[in-house]
Nanobody
Framework: QVQLVESGGGLVQAGGSLRLSCTAP????????MGWHRQAPGKQRELVAD???????TYADSVKDRFIISRDNAKNTVYLQMNRLTPDDTAVYYC??????WGQGTQVTVSS
């Protein structure tokens, strides 16, 4: 059973920042695209950002210029730095590896 271990969620005020981390097994991390998705109550899960094995990122329009995705291949870890958070960013955030494996999710709540 492949496990992606997420951390870093929590409660923050609007305008604040959080950093999410996700560690994957080395056997799958290096060769795969890593991504963050989120699901708000009553909404479908959506892609927030992903990053290729070579380090090329893509972002949803809603988070562009506020969020930064990065990866440390030596630590098998992907990060999501979230800045200028708004209540609309409130959701469960899921780490994904290769569009095949998922983390358990971490709650991010932004208060107004």
């Amino acid at each position: 059973q492949v496990q992606l271990v997420e951390s870093g969620g929590g409660l923050v005020q609007a305008g604040g920042s959080l950093r999410l981390s996700c560690t994957a097994p080395g056997t799958i991390f290096g060769a795969n695209v890593m991504g963050w998705h989120r699901q708000a109550p009553g909404k479908q899960r959506e892609l927030v950002a992903d990053i290729t094995s070579g380090g090329w990122p893509t972002y949803a329009d809603s988070v562009k210029d506020r969020f930064i995705i990065s990866r440390d291949n030596a630590k098998n870890t992907v990060y999501l730095q979230m800045n200028r958070l708004t209540p609309d960013d409130t959701a469960v955030y899921y780490c994904n590896c290769g569009y095949s494996w998922w983390g358990q999710g971490t709650q991010v709540t932004v208060s107004s």
